[in-house]
């Protein structure tokens, strides 16, 4: 599957919006024939226990080989290793006022040789909503205790820790026009030994991200709605507080009900990164989220994403990058209750706000600005079993390059075993 090159994103992406608009009419004419409350969970959830409303799933994955354990040029080394993922989301309903949401998720990650990649990677998070007729209040959390990679850019499996905090509101001003506001904080915390390519994780990466948010939002339909938002960042390291900065991002995009026939988000906007210390630079350009599904028939489902924004680097003399990447995957069923998938994703890493060594103020950009390319291909083939599981056989090929640090270009593959209930 050929993609557009890095070259043609902004080309590209301005395409995908322009043919999204085009789809808007069509996805949201089924809208008005749809029951309003169909994405209800008391409707959809496939278990009802007393008061409770239950969706688990669970998925094993990568049940084979990976052929490069530790992203390595040289002697890459290959194990045995699966994945498991335990899935349960929770609503408990109180009257027609309120409903308290929750998921959890104690995901396994296993290998046979090397013991020290195995992991257990906790994560949870709930949501409380309480109306009062125009009005929502809401308020949530999440919590999440990982050794898996963030990032392409950091090889190691390397511990951390992620809770974040959010409350807000949300008023209907009329029918369809709906304003929300809301504050959050997200903290990110590294082992105290997690260390990676001459640098202590947590010297540069731990931080405190607290934010404010309104949003404006047009419910066009019953599956469509137009939004507008806009959001003040404020991050400050624990660390290093050479890394402080003050952003401001606004938004404008569609979001479709996943019980449309083109589901998912899709938001275009501008960032304005105002870094706090001298020798940082700033930066100011597009982002972008997009995350669609369309199914075509009930028998082929295409999707795209798309991602744009910046990143915090672990480099300590190359602050932060640009990240942009975008990709697409298409499945389908071939009767019989066979199906089969494909996928491919590429991201670009543009490394920005050059420091010099010792961070000094009048530190000069290197002549060539350091690029890193990942691509990342999927693809299997499976066998409905029941309403809701599925096995197979599944196959991802990833490799990486960089202009500047040529140990880094390295390739690898895992291929095994993928069992699924619920999932789908």
Request: aromatic share 14%.
């Amino acid at each position: 599957m050929m993609l557009p090159t890095s070259g043609s994103f902004a080309r590209f992406l301005r395409l995908s919006l322009s043919t999204l608009l085009l789809a808007v009419l069509c996805a949201s004419a089924p809208a008005r024939a749809q029951a309003p409350d169909a994405d209800d969970p008391r409707a959809t959830a496939r278990m009802h226990v007393g008061p409770f409303y239950l969706t688990p799933t669970i998925a094993l994955t990568n049940l084979g080989v990976d052929t490069n354990v530790f992203n390595e040029v040289d002697n890459p080394k290959s194990d045995f290793t699966f994945t498991v993922e335990p899935h349960v989301d929770v609503w408990l309903p109180f009257v027609r006022r309120a409903m308290l949401s929750a998921y959890a998720t104690p995901g396994v990650t296993w290998y046979q040789t090397y013991s020290g990649e195995r992991s257990f990677n906790p994560e949870a998070g709930g949501r409380f909503e309480v109306c009062f007729n125009r009005l929502t209040f809401f308020a949530g959390g999440s919590y999440l205790n990982t050794r898996q990679r963030p990032n392409f850019e950091i090889d190691v499996r390397a511990r951390r820790k992620e809770d974040a905090a959010e409350a807000g509101a949300e008023i209907r001003v009329f029918r369809k026009l709906y304003f929300e506001v809301a504050g959050s904080q997200t903290r990110t915390r590294f082992d105290a030994d997690a260390f990676f390519d001459g640098t202590y994780l947590q010297d540069v990466l731990n931080r405190d991200e607290r934010s404010a948010s309104a949003a404006v939002r047009w419910r066009y339909s019953a599956l469509t709605t137009f939004a507008v938002r806009g959001d003040v960042i404020r991050d400050r390291f624990q660390f290093s507080p050479d890394r402080d900065s003050n952003s401001t991002r606004a938004m404008a995009g569609v979001e479709f009900r996943p019980r449309a026939l083109l589901s998912g988000t899709a938001y275009v906007g501008l960032r304005r990164f105002k870094a706090l210390h001298p020798a940082l630079s700033d930066y100011s350009g597009a982002v972008a989220q997009a995350g669609l599904t369309y199914r075509m028939a009930g028998l082929t489902v295409v999707g795209f994403t798309a991602d744009r924004d910046i990143s915090y680097s672990y480099e300590p003399t190359q602050p932060y990058y640009v990240r942009a990447g975008y990709g697409f995957s298409v499945r389908q069923y071939l009767g019989w209750r066979l199906d089969a998938s494909a996928g491919a994703t590429r991201y670009k890493y543009d490394y920005k706000g050059l420091l010099s060594p010792g961070g000094a103020a009048n530190s000069v950009a290197p002549p060539v600005a350091r690029q890193d390319v990942t691509w990342t291909w999927t693809g299997s083939i499976g066998y409905r079993v029941g309403r809701d599981g599925r096995v197979g056989l599944g196959v991802t090929y990833w490799n990486r390059d960089s202009n500047i640090k040529a140990n880094w270009n390295y390739r690898g593959l895992r291929a095994g075993i993928l069992v699924e209930y619920g999932t789908r």
